[in-house]
């Protein structure tokens, strides 16, 4: 009905029960299944470890109630 979707949302799926090599590999999987079916693929962590994982990252802070972003160019 409406043609192809090519966004995935994961919401804190590298955040619990997977240790740095666990989270390493999962990394390395939605990376490829993201390029290999051209999906714009969007991980939302609270793991320092991810930071430079990925190729583009948005900070969000959430301050006196509000979210900002903290780094806009991505």
């Known amino acids: 009905r409406f043609g192809k979707i090519n966004l995935c949302i994961l919401d804190e799926c590298l955040d ?3 240790g740095n090599v666990g989270v390493t590999q999962a990394t390395k999987m939605i990376k490829s299944i993201a390029n290999e079916n ?7 962590s609270h793991r320092d470890e ?7 990252r948005l900070e ?3 301050r006196n ?3 900002n972003i903290l780094n806009p160019e991505g």
């Open 50 to 56: 991810v930071l430079n994982m990925f190729d583009k």
């Open 16 to 18: 619990t029960g997977l």
């Open 60 to 62: 969000i802070e959430l």
């Open 38 to 44: 051209d999906l714009s693929m969007f991980v939302i």
């Open 65 to 67: 109630g509000f979210s």
